[in-house]
């Protein structure tokens, strides 16, 4: 069906930047949103950034004015620039999105897909 695969992750000292990329491939009939979770130990999945296509993207409190989303709507691919990385941003974050599926027994349907994952790690 799509397939989500994410890479950028790593470890960086406080006030430091890392990149996410999120390549979405497979049968995409349509991406109706894509974005961002994160997810702590101990702590539930939160919305980190999402954005609905042809409308603006939506920020945690937490991340406003520090992390950036874009998309290359070319390539399916989106990114999260994180900028003054705080220990509290270490956790999994995990690219979303929403897409119509193009073919097979699914196609037509709006489903949700996820990546797999990428940690990132805030320490000095």
């Known amino acids: 069906q799509v397939q989500l695969v994410e890479s950028g992750g790593g470890l960086v000292q406080p006030g430091g930047s890392l990149r996410l990329s999120c390549a979405a491939s497979?049968?995409?009939?349509?991406?109706?949103?894509m974005g961002w979770y994160r997810q702590a130990p101990g702590e539930e999945r939160e919305l980190v950034a999402a954005h609905t296509s042809g409308e603006t993207t939506n920020y945690a409190d937490s991340v406003k004015g520090r992390f950036t989303f874009s998309r290359d709507n070319a390539k399916n691919t989106v990114y999260l620039q994180m900028n003054s990385l705080k220990p509290e941003d270490t956790a999994v974050y995990y690219c979303?999105?929403?897409?119509?599926?193009?073919?097979?027994?699914?196609?037509?349907?709006?489903?949700?897909?996820w990546g797999q994952g990428t940690q990132v790690t805030v320490s000095s």
């Open positions: 979303y999105t929403i897409a119509v599926v193009a073919e097979g027994e699914k196609a037509g349907y709006e489903l949700n897909f």
């Open positions: 497979g049968s995409i009939f349509s991406i109706n949103a």
